[in-house]
């Protein structure tokens, strides 16, 4: 499979992988043959981009480390906490309910038992949202991969589950921002900023009044923002000064944030991101929490195109965990960039000598200026 824009979609592909909405339902369905209506019902939506079969390598698929259903249904849950608590703040900073804190757990736990069955698998995918949920993939997603960094971390469960539940909250304080500020296209002013600056202590407040949820979950919402050099917001902590828990979501929530295909802005190529995170360990990051967090990304995704030291291109068809920069490849173009008659099978970790010059986007360059928006 491979990652198309909408803008890039033709009639006749076929659709690889299902795109949910947060209400549970089916956006666009695997095995579909792209019409020209679904295209435009696809702007409308927001949608930015697809996964499509490949039609040069129909047989290479990929696992996700959570599954679909488990995804949506966290989704899910994530809207309908997130939509109550919004509802509420017109009268006031309240608390998460008791039900809403249940619901939030018991999807968490379902990801934490997932990912530890999964725990062989990296990830391959990323996650395709429409813009009105974006907000909820994106809280799902820096759970998901909140928890992943911190299995590899060694956390046991109890940990897990108090992360978990911060992670996935973890911007809950947004829901006490004025919409027009949120979602306002461009640059921010001095004031609306301040006022954006307030969501972390607002989601501290909200999740720490509900006893049934540990205080170091508050913490998770209150501290991601915070920046190892001290130059994060609110209060400008420094290095360990920052609990653990929010060291290793602020690294998920800026990763999340630059693969995101937006409908504005396409997102960075894994590799590409994952250089971001490590070029900024030791300055915003914790070094630690950033090499345990890129060690659960394949940095070539299945199904991407990657170009050789030796000038030749290829699909990678195979990552394994214990070697993510040294995939089983397919080589499709020879070194002078005519396609190869016969397209053969290459494992890089057998070829010591031949390594990843870099990943090519087939969906075209990157505005290099939104890296410093995201930080
Ligand atoms: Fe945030």
Do not use: W
Request: glycine content about 8%; hydrophobic content about 40%.
């Amino acid at each position: 499979m491979k990652l198309v824009t909408v803008d890039r979609l033709q009639p006749g592909m076929v659709v690889a992988k299902t795109v949910f909405g947060a209400d549970r339902q089916v956006l666009l369905a695997s095995g579909m043959v792209v019409k020209p209506q679904f295209i435009s019902q696809l702007r409308r939506r927001g949608v930015p981009s697809v996964y499509i079969v490949d039609e040069r390598f129909p047989d290479i698929e990929t696992a996700d480390v959570v599954s679909a259903e488990t995804r949506v249904e966290a989704m899910a849950a994530a809207k309908e906490v997130l939509s109550e608590v919004k509802d509420r703040a017109k009268s006031g900073l309240g608390k998460l309910t008791g039900t809403e804190a249940r619901k939030v757990k018991d999807q968490v736990n379902n990801i934490i038992d997932e990912l530890i069955q999964n725990r062989e698998l990296v990830v391959n995918l990323t996650d395709i949202r429409a813009a009105d949920d974006y907000t909820f993939g994106h809280s799902v997603n820096v759970c998901i991969l909140s928890l992943m960094t911190a299995i590899g971390l060694g956390y046991e469960p109890q940990r897990l589950r108090e992360l978990g539940i911060g992670a996935i909250l973890h911007d809950v304080g947004k829901t006490q921002i004025p919409e027009e500020i949120l979602n306002k296209p461009g640059v921010l002013s001095a004031g609306e900023f301040e006022e954006v600056k307030k969501h972390p202590t607002y989601g501290f407040e909200i999740v720490r009044r509900q006893d049934g949820l540990s205080s170091l979950s508050a913490h998770v919402a209150y501290q991601h923002h915070e920046r190892s050099n001290g130059e994060g917001y609110p209060r400008g902590l420094i290095g360990t000064e920052i609990h653990e828990f929010a060291r290793i979501t602020a690294v998920a929530d800026v990763y999340d944030a630059l693969v995101a295909d937006r409908v504005y802005r396409r997102g960075f190529l894994p590799a590409d991101a994952l250089d971001i995170i490590a070029g900024n360990a030791g300055r915003f990051f914790d070094p630690k929490v950033a090499k345990a967090f890129g060690d659960n990304i394949a940095p070539y995704p299945v199904g991407s195109l990657v170009q050789m030291s030796t000038k030749e291109v290829a699909v990678v068809v195979k990552v394994r965990r214990a070697y993510p920069r040294h995939p089983i490849l397919r080589v499709i173009k020879d070194g002078r960039g005519h396609p190869v008659g016969e397209p053969y099978d290459l494992d890089l970790t057998q070829h010591r000598d031949v390594r990843i010059a870099r990943a090519i986007d087939e969906r075209g360059p990157v505005d290099p200026r939104d890296v410093k928006q995201l930080l």
